[in-house]
T-cell receptor, first 112, second 116 residues
Framework: QKEVEQNSGPLSVPEGAIASLNCTYS??????FFWYRQYSGKSPELIMF????GDKEDGRFTAQLNKASQYVSLLIRDSQPSDSATYLC????????????FGRGTSLIVHP | EAGVAQSPRYKIIEKRQSVAFWCNPI?????LYWYQQILGQGPKLLIQ????????DSQLPKDRFSAERLKGVDSTLKIQPAKLEDSAVYLC??????????????FGSGTRLTVV
C-alpha cells in the first residue's frame, strides 16, 4: 500500500479559478504535512506546511488537514498561469523519522 | 545565504559506466540528504548524513551506489556500474539538523542523469 497518494493529473483549471489538489496518507500517526511546488526541470520548493487539523492560509494558498479522514489538500485561489507546475505532497510518518515521504505529485495546468 | 550547490547539472553515460555527483550544502547545515527522482514520481530518499555519519541508507542500492561525506560538509554520490533504470534526477537537500526538516528542506538544483 502506497503511503502517500496523489492523483497524477493533469488538473486543468482556467485562470482566476480555484485549484484544489488532494493527498491521502496511510499512516494514521503522521503529524506533519508539506506541499512542495516543482516547476518542470527544477527542484522542489516548499510552499506550505501544516501540523494541526483545519486550515492554514498563506496568500493565495490554503492548506487543509483532516487527520480523521487522513487527507491533506491544497487550495490555490485566483490561479495564475505561473502556478502551472507539479505539486508534491510530503508527509512525516510516525516512528520518529524526520524524513518526509513524498507522493508522486499532481500536475496543475492553469490556462489563460 | 547561498543555496545547496550541485554538479554536474546534466550527465549522459552508457550503462555499466560509473558516475559521480557532488553536493555542497548550505553553510552550517549538519544534515544532508540525497534523493532520487524518477520522471513522474516523487523524490525517494537514498541516504541521509548527519555531519559525516550515515543516519539512514536503507533505500540505497548498496551493490552499485555509494555515498560519502568525509569532512561533514560536501558529499559525493557514486553509481558503479550504472543501469538504465538509474536514469533520474538526483537531488541533494540539507537542513540544520534532522528536526529542522520539519520546516522543509532546501533542495539543490539537481543532477539529471541519463543512462543509455
Amino acid at each position: 500500500q502506497k503511503e502517500v497518494e496523489q492523483n497524477s493529473g493533469p488538473l486543468s483549471v482556467p485562470e482566476g479559478a480555484i485549484a484544489s489538489l488532494n493527498c491521502t496518507y496511510s499512516d494514521r500517526g503522521s503529524q506533519s504535512f508539506f506541499w512542495y511546488r516543482q516547476y518542470s526541470g527544477k527542484s522542489p520548493e516548499l510552499i506550505m506546511f501544516i501540523y494541526s487539523n483545519g486550515d492554514k492560509e498563506d496568500g493565495r494558498f490554503t492548506a487543509q488537514l483532516n487527520k480523521a479522514s487522513q487527507y491533506v489538500s491544497l487550495l490555490i485561489r485566483d490561479s495564475q498561469p505561473s502556478d502551472s507546475a507539479t505539486y508534491l505532497c510530503a508527509v512525516l510518518l510516525s516512528g520518529g523519522s524526520y524524513i518526509p515521504t513524498f507522493g508522486r505529485g499532481t500536475s496543475l495546468i492553469v490556462h489563460p | 545565504e547561498a543555496g545547496v550547490a550541485q554538479s554536474p547539472r546534466y550527465k549522459i553515460i552508457e550503462k555499466r559506466q560509473s558516475v559521480a555527483f557532488w553536493c555542497n550544502p548550505i553553510s552550517g547545515h549538519a544534515t544532508l540528504y540525497w534523493y532520487q527522482q524518477i520522471l513522474g514520481q516523487g523524490p525517494k530518499l537514498l541516504i541521509q548524513f548527519q555531519n559525516n555519519g550515515v543516519v539512514d541508507d536503507s533505500q540505497l542500492p548498496k551493490d552499485r551506489f555509494s555515498a560519502e561525506r568525509l569532512k561533514g560538509v560536501d558529499s559525493t554520490l557514486k553509481i558503479q556500474p550504472a543501469k538504465l533504470e538509474d536514469s533520474a534526477v538526483y537531488l541533494c537537500a540539507s537542513s540544520l539538523a534532522p528536526g529542522q526538516a520539519l520546516g522543509g528542506y532546501t533542495f539543490g538544483s539537481g543532477t539529471r542523469l541519463t543512462v543509455v
